[in-house]
């Protein structure tokens, strides 16, 4: 298998990163998932653009993301082409001491492209025990501190679930640890506002702007009682939820959820990068 590090495409055998990386000392480093259909990256400008914000919000020095972007296509172009694969792309601080402090290193960029199953057509989520702090300084960043993500997905695959869902710390609901969420109450479609301390999800803010919802704080409590309620995300597209905490939606998929898909569907086919 080829990847991309710094520039060059490299068996992923012969890839090395030093072992002083401060992005695996500390998790200082930010990322991207791209999804790959038969070699051509979906919306690759939309998640280059939140790199270099997740960069900036982290106080690292940005990415070249001209270079990442001529990378990830060469990379495609290296590899076999799949029906559908995930490109995953990282940049970290770079070479550091062992301590928090940053170093003056260049950023390390790396791309790698891997196999992506069709995501599944219905979800179960479980409430994560955690709360998301709205407040924090990673709030919204993309960040290679993910691991509050991997402790949440194994404690709701723990309960039989597919994601989990973290409440923030008003008690409202944010996002899921690789998605975000929608709901439908009462005939309207409502996903949390980005001041929940979600992600701004590259597919949430295209059911926005093709579908149309409300950016509303919610009770995290009203995901359990919404009629229906999905998730969106690079993985899953538009992802109908089925149960919440073992209760069971109205509906799976409910209208507004199916129309959502539909035009998910039929407007991301018509442009690789919108
Ligand atoms: C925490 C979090 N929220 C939301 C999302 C959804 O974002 P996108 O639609 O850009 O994949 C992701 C993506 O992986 C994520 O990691």
């Not at 991309?4 to 495409?9: D, Q, S, T, V």
């Not at 290193?105 to 219905?122: D, G, Y």
């Not at 229906?228 to 799976?252: C, M, S, Y």
Request: a negative charge; one cysteine or more.
């Amino acid at each position: 298998m080829v990847v991309w590090i710094n520039g060059e495409l490299v068996p992923d055998t012969e890839a090395k990163i030093s072992v002083f990386d401060h992005g695996l000392v500390t998790g200082d480093g930010v990322f991207e998932t791209v999804k790959v259909i038969d070699g051509t990256p979906f919306a690759l400008s939309r998640h280059l653009l939140r790199l270099g914000r997740s960069a900036a919000g982290l106080g690292m020095p940005q990415p070249d993301v001209d270079q990442i972007r001529a990378g990830a296509l060469a990379l495609v172009g290296a590899s076999p082409t799949r029906p559908l694969a995930r490109m995953r792309i990282t940049a970290t601080a770079g070479i550091a001491p062992l301590g928090s402090q940053r170093g003056n290193s260049p950023v390390t960029a790396i791309i790698a492209l891997a196999e992506q199953k069709p995501a599944a057509p219905s979800v179960d989520v479980v409430v994560a025990p955690w709360p998301r702090n709205e407040e924090g300084a990673l709030a919204g960043l993309k960040t290679t501190s993910y691991a509050e993500n991997v402790r949440a997905l194994a404690y709701a695959a723990e309960r039989g679930g597919g994601e989990a869902i973290f409440p923030n710390l008003a008690g409202n609901l944010c996002e899921g640890t690789g998605s975000n969420v929608f709901a439908a109450i009462g005939g309207r479609l409502i996903t949390p506002p980005l001041s929940s301390g979600c992600l701004a999800g590259v597919t949430r803010a295209l059911v926005l702007e093709w579908v149309g919802a409300a950016e509303d704080d919610l009770p995290l409590d009203d995901l359990s009682n919404a009629d229906e309620a999905f998730l969106t995300g690079t993985t899953r597209d538009v992802q109908p939820i089925a149960h919440v905490n073992g209760r069971k939606l109205a509906a799976v998929p409910g209208p507004i959820t199916r129309k959502a898909a539909e035009v998910f569907a039929m407007r991301s086919a018509e442009s690789p990068d919108p």
